[in-house]
């Protein structure tokens, strides 16, 4: 590629930019800092065919073993700042949510307090429609601006197809900004929340180790009776199981911890014996919740859709 931008790197080792810490090497690799590089290099991308994927905190992200093809991105610089505009807070798509949150309730605005328990950019969280502890992304979110190999287009929540866990974001679109609309309160008072969910947080989840966040998405199957997906892992004898270096956690089933030298193939395995297990004994077939950048296969389907192992996925 002899018209290959100065910026983008050959070979670039994904699994440092990820909490689980496993994964290969990004084919090409760039940090845009401002959305008309964003822009240049989506449209470079496209112009010679490259499949292109967004690393943001890697707090919920699995790279494959044998790395990534084509361009892998990562929003540095103006395209992480966060910015107080009255009751607004204007950021970009590479800023971390809980650092937003917190900038948020040091000036007294609240409204977006559960941002600090999702651990992953705003970028990401608007992608996955992230929510926790009750509170919502589109409550708050006002407009992102989404940046394509055609350009930037600034949408509103309702053009972005939300749904439990997922938007309607294409994969060659990226989050380069967004806005949230919040309200005044007293910062003590926000602060003190931030606090309290901070703590449940580290209550209930691990967290100082080699992590992502929730494996599999809360499944909407009757006959989980309401249980979430770590409730039910529990239940089928998944805490604390291993598999080579990947160990569902002793503290939280629905969490994976790297042990030392977990392989993104280890973790895949672990979460198919999961699925296994929580299949034979509730009957319920486990969506995941983690994200994953390369050629990542969840090893329970087979060509045709059909689930492998011994029980049928009722979604497919």
């Keep these: 590629m002899p018209d290959r931008p100065p910026e983008v790197q050959r070979g670039y080792p994904l699994a440092r930019l990820t909490t689980i810490r496993a994964g290969g090497a990004a084919e090409l690799f760039a940090r845009p800092a401002t959305v008309g590089e964003l822009e240049r290099l989506l449209a470079w991308a496209a112009a010679e065919g490259?499949?292109?994927?967004?690393?943001?905190?890697?707090?919920?992200?699995?790279?494959?073993?044998?790395?990534?093809?084509?361009?892998?991105l990562k929003l540095d610089k103006e395209l992480s700042k966060i910015e107080l505009d009255g009751t607004r807070?204007?950021?970009?798509?590479?800023?971390?949510?809980?650092?937003?949150?917190?900038?948020?309730?040091?000036?007294?605005?609240?409204?977006?307090?559960?941002?600090?328990?999702?651990?992953?950019?705003?970028?990401?969280?608007?992608?996955m429609n992230a929510n926790a502890y009750g509170g919502e992304l589109a409550r708050v979110l006002e407009w992102v601006d989404v940046v394509s190999a055609s350009g930037t287009e600034r949408r509103t929540p309702d053009r972005l197809g939300?749904?439990?866990?997922?938007?309607?974001?294409?994969?060659?679109?990226?989050?380069?900004r967004a806005s949230f609309g919040l309200q005044r309160s007293e910062p003590g008072k926000v602060k003190a929340t931030l606090a309290d969910m901070r703590a449940?947080?580290?209550?209930?989840?691990?967290?100082?180790?080699?992590?992502?966040?929730?494996?599999?998405?809360?499944?909407?199957?009757?006959?989980?009776?309401?249980?979430?997906?770590?409730?039910?892992?529990?239940?089928?004898?998944?805490?604390?199981?291993?598999?080579?270096?990947?160990?569902?956690?002793?503290?939280?089933?629905?969490?994976?911890?790297?042990?030392?030298?977990?392989?993104?193939?280890?973790?895949?395995?672990?979460?198919?014996?999961?699925?296994?297990?929580?299949?034979?004994?509730?009957?319920?077939?486990?969506?995941p919740e983690v994200q994953t950048l390369g050629d990542v296969r969840w090893p329970w389907i087979g060509p045709v859709?059909?689930?492998?192992?011994g029980h049928r996925d009722p979604k497919r």
């Design 200 to 287: 449940r947080r580290k209550a209930a989840q691990p967290s100082g180790i080699k992590t992502f966040g929730s494996t599999f998405k809360n499944p909407s199957d009757p006959r989980a009776e309401g249980l979430s997906a770590g409730q039910l892992l529990d239940a089928a004898g998944a805490r604390g199981l291993r598999v080579g270096g990947a160990s569902f956690s002793e503290k939280h089933a629905n969490f994976i911890v790297n042990e030392g030298d977990a392989t993104t193939a280890d973790v895949i395995a672990l979460m198919a014996e999961g699925r296994r297990l929580v299949g034979d004994r509730f009957g319920v077939a486990l969506e």
């Design 305 to 309: 859709g059909a689930a492998v192992g």
């Design 89 to 127: 807070v204007n950021c970009g798509g590479g800023a971390r949510l809980p650092a937003v949150s917190a900038r948020a309730a040091q000036a007294g605005l609240e409204g977006l307090e559960f941002g600090v328990n999702i651990p992953g950019t705003v970028g990401g969280a608007v992608r």
């Design 162 to 176: 939300f749904s439990y866990r997922a938007s309607g974001l294409g994969p060659g679109e990226v989050v380069a």
């Design 50 to 72: 490259l499949q292109v994927g967004v690393v943001g905190s890697g707090s919920n992200l699995l790279i494959a073993d044998a790395g990534v093809r084509g361009l892998v």
